[in-house]
Protein backbone atom coordinates (compact mmCIF):
# COMPACT_ATOMS: atom_id res chain seq x y z
CA UNK A 1 0.00 0.00 0.00
CA UNK A 2 0.97 3.61 -1.17
CA UNK A 3 0.89 6.18 2.16
CA UNK A 4 0.74 9.78 -0.04
CA UNK A 5 1.26 12.47 2.79
CA UNK A 6 -0.69 15.48 1.97
CA UNK A 7 1.97 18.71 1.43
CA UNK A 8 1.62 21.30 4.02
CA UNK A 9 0.37 24.75 2.30
CA UNK A 10 2.62 27.38 4.53
CA UNK A 11 1.44 30.06 2.15
CA UNK A 12 -1.15 32.92 2.61
CA UNK A 13 -3.19 31.72 0.12
CA UNK A 14 -5.04 29.00 -1.96
CA UNK A 15 -6.28 28.51 -5.34
CA UNK A 16 -10.10 27.45 -4.86
CA UNK A 17 -11.32 23.90 -5.66
CA UNK A 18 -11.58 24.33 -9.31
CA UNK A 19 -8.14 24.76 -9.76
CA UNK A 20 -6.55 22.89 -7.94
CA UNK A 21 -5.84 19.06 -8.48
CA UNK A 22 -6.70 17.44 -5.34
CA UNK A 23 -5.94 13.89 -6.70
CA UNK A 24 -2.49 13.43 -7.11
CA UNK A 25 -1.34 10.82 -9.70
CA UNK A 26 1.13 8.70 -8.83
CA UNK A 27 2.28 8.40 -12.67
CA UNK A 28 2.91 11.85 -13.02
CA UNK A 29 5.78 14.30 -11.62
CA UNK A 30 6.60 17.52 -12.42
CA UNK A 31 10.09 18.80 -12.12
CA UNK A 32 10.71 21.75 -10.24
CA UNK A 33 10.27 25.18 -12.41
CA UNK A 34 13.29 25.19 -14.98
CA UNK A 35 14.45 21.80 -13.94
CA UNK A 36 12.49 19.90 -16.85
CA UNK A 37 15.72 19.94 -19.66
CA UNK A 38 18.23 19.06 -16.91
CA UNK A 39 15.92 15.78 -15.98
CA UNK A 40 16.05 15.33 -19.67
CA UNK A 41 19.87 15.86 -19.97
CA UNK A 42 20.14 13.47 -17.43
CA UNK A 43 18.12 11.11 -18.63
CA UNK A 44 19.65 10.54 -22.07
CA UNK A 45 23.13 10.72 -20.69
CA UNK A 46 22.80 8.25 -17.81
CA UNK A 47 19.48 6.64 -18.25
CA UNK A 48 16.88 6.51 -15.62
CA UNK A 49 19.20 4.65 -13.10
CA UNK A 50 21.58 7.29 -12.92
CA UNK A 51 18.50 9.89 -12.86
CA UNK A 52 17.26 7.61 -9.89
CA UNK A 53 20.91 7.53 -8.45
CA UNK A 54 20.82 11.60 -8.33
CA UNK A 55 17.71 11.64 -7.52
CA UNK A 56 18.03 9.79 -4.23
CA UNK A 57 21.71 11.32 -3.00
CA UNK A 58 19.79 14.68 -3.91
CA UNK A 59 16.98 14.64 -1.64
CA UNK A 60 17.45 11.30 0.82
CA UNK A 61 21.00 11.69 1.78
CA UNK A 62 21.06 14.84 4.46
CA UNK A 63 24.19 15.10 6.87
CA UNK A 64 25.33 12.01 8.47
CA UNK A 65 24.46 9.56 5.71
CA UNK A 66 26.23 6.69 5.42
CA UNK A 67 28.57 5.98 8.87
CA UNK A 68 27.56 9.53 10.08
CA UNK A 69 29.68 11.62 8.55
CA UNK A 70 28.56 12.05 5.21
CA UNK A 71 27.72 15.38 3.95
CA UNK A 72 24.66 15.94 1.57
CA UNK A 73 25.44 16.35 -1.67
CA UNK A 74 27.02 20.27 -2.68
CA UNK A 75 24.33 22.59 -4.98
CA UNK A 76 27.81 23.86 -6.91
CA UNK A 77 28.57 20.17 -7.12
CA UNK A 78 25.83 19.41 -8.84
CA UNK A 79 25.51 22.69 -10.87
CA UNK A 80 29.26 21.60 -12.40
CA UNK A 81 27.96 18.61 -13.29
CA UNK A 82 25.27 19.51 -15.10
CA UNK A 83 27.84 21.48 -16.71
CA UNK A 84 29.59 19.15 -17.79
CA UNK A 85 26.90 16.95 -18.73
CA UNK A 86 25.66 19.29 -21.13
CA UNK A 87 28.63 18.86 -23.16
CA UNK A 88 29.84 15.08 -22.50
CA UNK A 89 29.79 12.28 -25.09
CA UNK A 90 30.21 8.67 -23.29
CA UNK A 91 31.15 5.62 -25.72
CA UNK A 92 27.92 4.33 -26.96
CA UNK A 93 28.41 1.09 -25.18
CA UNK A 94 29.75 2.67 -21.89
CA UNK A 95 26.89 3.44 -18.84
CA UNK A 96 28.42 6.15 -16.72
CA UNK A 97 27.89 5.55 -12.99
CA UNK A 98 27.08 8.19 -10.89
CA UNK A 99 28.24 8.39 -7.07
CA UNK A 100 27.72 10.53 -4.11
CA UNK A 101 30.85 11.23 -2.29
CA UNK A 102 31.50 11.57 1.64
CA UNK A 103 32.70 15.02 1.00
CA UNK A 104 29.28 16.09 -1.19
CA UNK A 105 31.16 15.67 -4.17
CA UNK A 106 29.41 14.02 -6.89
CA UNK A 107 31.26 11.33 -9.17
CA UNK A 108 30.54 9.91 -12.25
CA UNK A 109 32.66 6.77 -14.03
CA UNK A 110 32.78 5.19 -17.23
CA UNK A 111 35.07 3.46 -19.46
CA UNK A 112 36.67 4.32 -22.79
CA UNK A 113 36.48 3.20 -25.64
CA UNK A 114 39.43 1.17 -24.65
CA UNK A 115 37.69 -0.05 -21.77
CA UNK A 116 39.97 1.76 -19.42
CA UNK A 117 38.26 3.70 -16.54
CA UNK A 118 37.41 7.52 -16.71
CA UNK A 119 36.91 9.40 -13.20
CA UNK A 120 35.53 12.87 -12.74
CA UNK A 121 34.59 14.29 -9.42
CA UNK A 122 32.85 17.82 -9.31
CA UNK A 123 33.48 19.33 -6.07
CA UNK A 124 31.98 22.74 -5.03
CA UNK A 125 34.65 24.78 -6.52
CA UNK A 126 36.79 22.86 -8.98
CA UNK A 127 36.89 19.29 -10.90
CA UNK A 128 39.04 16.45 -10.40
CA UNK A 129 39.27 14.14 -12.92
CA UNK A 130 41.52 11.26 -13.83
CA UNK A 131 42.10 9.27 -17.04
CA UNK A 132 43.38 5.51 -16.81
CA UNK A 133 44.34 5.29 -20.38
CA UNK A 134 46.59 8.27 -20.60
CA UNK A 135 47.59 7.70 -17.06
CA UNK A 136 46.76 11.57 -15.80
CA UNK A 137 44.66 13.23 -13.32
CA UNK A 138 44.19 16.61 -12.37
CA UNK A 139 41.70 19.32 -11.48
CA UNK A 140 40.39 22.23 -13.32
CA UNK A 141 37.99 25.28 -12.05
CA UNK A 142 34.06 24.76 -11.61
CA UNK A 143 33.92 26.78 -14.56
CA UNK A 144 35.42 24.93 -17.53
CA UNK A 145 33.37 22.04 -16.95
CA UNK A 146 32.19 22.25 -20.45
CA UNK A 147 35.83 22.75 -21.63
CA UNK A 148 36.67 19.52 -19.37
CA UNK A 149 33.91 17.31 -20.77
CA UNK A 150 34.90 18.30 -24.37
CA UNK A 151 38.15 17.13 -23.97
CA UNK A 152 37.37 13.95 -22.55
CA UNK A 153 35.44 12.92 -25.12
CA UNK A 154 38.14 14.06 -27.86
CA UNK B 1 16.90 40.06 -23.54
CA UNK B 2 14.20 43.07 -23.83
CA UNK B 3 13.28 41.09 -27.30
CA UNK B 4 13.18 37.69 -26.56
CA UNK B 5 11.44 38.56 -22.65
CA UNK B 6 7.11 38.08 -22.82
CA UNK B 7 6.17 40.75 -20.36
CA UNK B 8 7.44 44.21 -21.43
CA UNK B 9 9.95 46.08 -18.92
CA UNK B 10 8.52 50.00 -17.67
CA UNK B 11 11.34 52.19 -18.22
CA UNK B 12 10.70 53.29 -14.60
CA UNK B 13 9.64 51.36 -11.25
CA UNK B 14 7.31 52.87 -8.80
CA UNK B 15 9.34 53.02 -5.35
CA UNK B 16 5.49 52.75 -3.69
CA UNK B 17 1.67 52.17 -4.68
CA UNK B 18 -1.43 52.75 -2.65
CA UNK B 19 -3.62 50.73 -1.97
CA UNK B 20 -0.96 48.37 -1.78
CA UNK B 21 -2.09 44.72 -3.11
CA UNK B 22 1.04 42.44 -0.79
CA UNK B 23 0.05 40.60 1.53
CA UNK B 24 3.22 38.49 1.52
CA UNK B 25 6.92 39.21 0.66
CA UNK B 26 9.18 36.12 1.78
CA UNK B 27 12.97 36.93 1.39
CA UNK B 28 14.35 32.92 1.60
CA UNK B 29 17.96 31.01 1.63
CA UNK B 30 17.67 27.61 1.13
CA UNK B 31 21.19 25.80 1.94
CA UNK B 32 23.06 22.31 3.01
CA UNK B 33 24.53 22.39 6.14
CA UNK B 34 26.54 19.25 7.85
CA UNK B 35 24.90 20.04 11.07
CA UNK B 36 21.65 17.98 12.57
CA UNK B 37 18.67 19.51 12.46
CA UNK B 38 17.88 18.45 16.06
CA UNK B 39 20.46 21.60 17.05
CA UNK B 40 19.62 24.37 14.38
CA UNK B 41 16.58 25.99 16.10
CA UNK B 42 18.18 25.92 19.66
CA UNK B 43 21.29 27.38 17.89
CA UNK B 44 19.66 30.15 15.62
CA UNK B 45 17.34 31.12 18.82
CA UNK B 46 20.46 32.19 20.73
CA UNK B 47 21.23 34.92 18.54
CA UNK B 48 17.51 36.08 17.66
CA UNK B 49 15.91 35.89 20.64
CA UNK B 50 15.51 39.25 21.52
CA UNK B 51 14.08 40.35 18.36
CA UNK B 52 12.21 37.06 17.94
CA UNK B 53 10.89 35.81 21.21
CA UNK B 54 8.02 33.51 20.03
CA UNK B 55 7.98 30.19 18.69
CA UNK B 56 5.90 27.91 16.73
CA UNK B 57 6.58 25.17 15.78
CA UNK B 58 4.52 24.22 12.06
CA UNK B 59 2.70 20.80 11.90
CA UNK B 60 5.13 19.66 9.29
CA UNK B 61 7.52 19.55 12.45
CA UNK B 62 5.57 17.41 14.44
CA UNK B 63 6.06 14.38 12.19
CA UNK B 64 9.15 11.98 12.79
CA UNK B 65 12.17 12.99 11.22
CA UNK B 66 12.08 9.62 9.74
CA UNK B 67 9.10 10.26 7.90
CA UNK B 68 9.56 14.08 6.48
CA UNK B 69 12.94 12.41 5.16
CA UNK B 70 11.45 10.06 3.02
CA UNK B 71 9.49 12.85 0.89
CA UNK B 72 11.13 15.18 -1.59
CA UNK B 73 8.64 18.02 -1.28
CA UNK B 74 9.77 18.32 2.47
CA UNK B 75 12.93 19.05 1.86
CA UNK B 76 12.48 22.82 1.49
CA UNK B 77 10.03 23.10 4.27
CA UNK B 78 10.41 25.12 7.46
CA UNK B 79 9.79 23.39 10.07
CA UNK B 80 9.53 26.37 12.79
CA UNK B 81 8.95 29.86 13.04
CA UNK B 82 10.10 32.38 15.02
CA UNK B 83 8.08 35.28 15.73
CA UNK B 84 8.81 39.24 15.93
CA UNK B 85 7.20 42.80 15.87
CA UNK B 86 7.47 43.38 12.16
CA UNK B 87 8.45 40.42 10.66
CA UNK B 88 8.92 36.35 11.19
CA UNK B 89 11.33 33.95 10.60
CA UNK B 90 10.71 30.48 8.77
CA UNK B 91 13.27 27.81 9.72
CA UNK B 92 13.84 23.89 8.28
CA UNK B 93 16.99 21.65 7.74
CA UNK B 94 17.53 23.48 4.63
CA UNK B 95 15.69 26.70 4.34
CA UNK B 96 15.59 30.18 6.13
CA UNK B 97 12.82 32.73 4.76
CA UNK B 98 12.27 36.31 6.83
CA UNK B 99 8.58 36.78 5.69
CA UNK B 100 7.12 40.48 6.15
CA UNK B 101 4.19 39.74 8.09
CA UNK B 102 0.74 40.06 6.23
CA UNK B 103 -1.24 43.46 5.93
CA UNK B 104 1.55 45.30 6.82
CA UNK B 105 4.42 45.40 4.19
CA UNK B 106 7.07 47.69 5.67
CA UNK B 107 8.73 48.52 2.28
CA UNK B 108 11.77 47.31 0.74
CA UNK B 109 14.44 48.96 2.84
CA UNK B 110 13.08 47.90 5.92
CA UNK B 111 12.80 44.30 4.56
CA UNK B 112 16.28 44.69 3.11
CA UNK B 113 17.70 46.24 6.38
CA UNK B 114 16.01 43.14 8.43
CA UNK B 115 17.39 40.42 6.15
CA UNK B 116 21.14 42.18 5.97
CA UNK B 117 20.92 41.42 10.11
CA UNK B 118 19.85 38.13 9.66
CA UNK B 119 22.68 37.14 7.08
CA UNK B 120 24.97 38.83 9.51
CA UNK B 121 23.54 36.38 12.47
CA UNK B 122 23.84 33.09 9.98
CA UNK B 123 27.58 34.16 9.27
CA UNK B 124 27.90 34.07 12.96
CA UNK B 125 26.42 31.02 13.69
CA UNK B 126 28.14 29.60 10.84
CA UNK B 127 26.31 26.23 10.13
CA UNK B 128 25.46 27.30 6.02
CA UNK B 129 27.90 25.38 4.69
CA UNK B 130 26.74 26.50 0.85
CA UNK B 131 24.04 28.58 -0.73
CA UNK B 132 21.65 26.44 -3.03
CA UNK B 133 19.47 28.89 -4.07
CA UNK B 134 18.66 32.50 -2.94
CA UNK B 135 15.04 34.05 -3.51
CA UNK B 136 12.38 37.11 -3.23
CA UNK B 137 8.86 36.16 -3.49
CA UNK B 138 6.10 38.54 -3.63
CA UNK B 139 2.67 37.66 -3.34
CA UNK B 140 -0.06 40.15 -4.17
CA UNK B 141 -3.91 40.38 -3.65
CA UNK B 142 -6.78 41.49 -5.82
CA UNK B 143 -10.19 41.58 -4.78
CA UNK B 144 -11.18 41.36 -8.58
CA UNK B 145 -10.50 39.47 -11.76
CA UNK B 146 -6.85 40.58 -12.35
CA UNK B 147 -6.86 39.24 -15.69
CA UNK B 148 -8.57 41.98 -16.50
CA UNK B 149 -6.16 44.65 -15.69
CA UNK B 150 -3.01 42.98 -16.91
CA UNK B 151 -1.21 42.90 -20.09
CA UNK B 152 -1.33 39.17 -20.17
CA UNK B 153 -3.94 37.04 -21.99
CA UNK B 154 -5.04 33.50 -21.96
CA UNK B 155 -6.85 32.69 -25.52
CA UNK B 156 -7.15 29.32 -27.35
CA UNK B 157 -7.72 29.77 -30.98
CA UNK B 158 -8.14 33.72 -30.91
CA UNK B 159 -10.95 33.14 -28.39
CA UNK B 160 -9.90 34.92 -24.93
CA UNK B 161 -10.12 33.17 -21.33
CA UNK B 162 -12.81 35.54 -19.53
CA UNK B 163 -15.11 34.98 -16.74
CA UNK B 164 -14.01 31.91 -16.01
CA UNK B 165 -11.71 30.03 -13.20
CA UNK B 166 -8.46 30.82 -14.49
CA UNK B 167 -4.47 29.67 -12.88
CA UNK B 168 -1.64 30.48 -15.21
CA UNK B 169 1.85 29.38 -14.14
CA UNK B 170 5.26 30.07 -16.02
CA UNK B 171 9.17 30.45 -15.25
CA UNK B 172 10.39 33.38 -17.01
CA UNK B 173 14.31 33.62 -16.91
CA UNK B 174 17.19 36.21 -17.57
CA UNK B 175 20.84 35.73 -17.16
CA UNK B 176 21.49 34.44 -13.47
CA UNK B 177 17.80 35.22 -12.61
CA UNK B 178 14.48 32.79 -12.24
CA UNK B 179 11.19 33.16 -11.81
CA UNK B 180 8.10 31.56 -11.30
CA UNK B 181 4.90 33.87 -11.99
CA UNK B 182 1.45 32.47 -10.70
CA UNK B 183 -1.39 34.15 -11.41
CA UNK B 184 -5.27 33.04 -10.82
CA UNK B 185 -8.09 34.53 -10.43
CA UNK B 186 -10.20 32.34 -8.27
CA UNK B 187 -7.80 32.18 -4.68
CA UNK B 188 -8.46 32.79 -0.74
CA UNK B 189 -6.47 34.31 0.90
CA UNK B 190 -6.09 34.09 5.06
CA UNK B 191 -7.97 31.95 7.58
CA UNK B 192 -11.02 31.76 9.46
CA UNK B 193 -12.74 34.93 9.23
CA UNK B 194 -10.02 36.79 7.69
CA UNK B 195 -10.31 34.74 4.16
CA UNK B 196 -11.37 36.61 1.28
CA UNK B 197 -11.74 35.24 -2.11
CA UNK B 198 -10.16 37.20 -4.88
CA UNK B 199 -7.13 37.02 -7.63
CA UNK B 200 -3.44 36.57 -6.68
CA UNK B 201 -0.50 37.50 -8.81
CA UNK B 202 2.91 35.70 -7.03
CA UNK B 203 6.26 36.25 -8.25
CA UNK B 204 8.72 34.06 -6.79
CA UNK B 205 12.15 35.08 -8.55
CA UNK B 206 15.82 33.02 -7.68
CA UNK B 207 19.49 32.22 -8.02
CA UNK B 208 21.02 29.28 -8.32
CA UNK B 209 24.03 27.73 -6.23
CA UNK B 210 26.64 28.77 -8.82
CA UNK B 211 25.11 32.39 -8.80
CA UNK B 212 25.88 33.41 -5.55
CA UNK B 213 27.75 33.03 -2.50
CA UNK B 214 25.40 34.42 0.80
CA UNK B 215 28.20 35.73 2.82
CA UNK B 216 30.13 37.52 -0.12
CA UNK B 217 27.12 39.28 -2.29
CA UNK B 218 23.91 37.87 -0.87
CA UNK B 219 22.51 41.17 -0.15
CA UNK B 220 23.34 42.38 -3.74
CA UNK B 221 21.39 39.10 -5.37
CA UNK B 222 18.70 40.22 -2.96
CA UNK B 223 18.33 43.44 -4.85
CA UNK B 224 18.86 42.10 -7.81
CA UNK B 225 16.57 39.44 -7.63
CA UNK B 226 13.95 42.32 -6.12
CA UNK B 227 14.37 44.73 -9.09
CA UNK B 228 13.32 41.73 -11.36
CA UNK B 229 9.85 40.99 -9.36
CA UNK B 230 9.29 44.24 -9.83
CA UNK B 231 10.30 44.39 -13.34
CA UNK B 232 7.50 41.72 -13.28
CA UNK B 233 5.02 42.60 -11.62
CA UNK B 234 4.74 46.46 -13.18
CA UNK B 235 5.20 45.12 -16.52
CA UNK B 236 2.17 43.05 -16.34
CA UNK B 237 -0.36 46.01 -14.98
CA UNK B 238 -2.28 47.86 -17.68
CA UNK B 239 -1.03 52.11 -17.67
CA UNK B 240 -4.44 52.77 -16.54
CA UNK B 241 -4.89 50.31 -13.75
CA UNK B 242 -1.26 51.26 -12.47
CA UNK B 243 -2.58 54.86 -12.79
CA UNK B 244 -5.38 54.08 -9.98
CA UNK B 245 -2.88 52.60 -7.62
CA UNK B 246 -1.01 55.81 -7.09
CA UNK B 247 2.32 55.01 -8.08
CA UNK B 248 5.03 57.08 -6.65
CA UNK B 249 8.50 57.30 -8.22
CA UNK B 250 11.76 58.14 -7.23
Known amino acids: MTITIPHPQYLIYQLSDNLRADTPSPGVRTPPATESDREELLLSKLGPRGWGRLYHFRYFYSAGWGDGSGKPMSPRALESFYRFLESAQFPKDSTPSVFLTDEGSVELCWEDQKGKSVEVEFRPTDIEFYIESRGTEGSVPSADAKTLAKKLAA | ?250
Not at chain 2, 63 to 79: D, S
Not at chain 2, 140 to 152: A, C, D, S
Request: with cysteine.
Open chain 2, 1 to 250: MADRFPIPIPKRLPIKIDPCPIVEAILEIRFVTSESWATLPGLLFTRIRKRYPEQKVLPLGQLPEEIRRREPAFTYQPLIQFLGADFLIQFGPRVIGLVAKSKNYPGWAALQKEMTWLVSELRQLGFVSEGERLGVRYINFFTFNVFEQLVLEVSAAGKQFSDTELSITSALSKPTLTSRLLVANSAIVGVGESARHGSVLDVDVWLGPADFDLFQNGMPKFDAAHEFEKQIFFGLLKADFLATLNPVYK
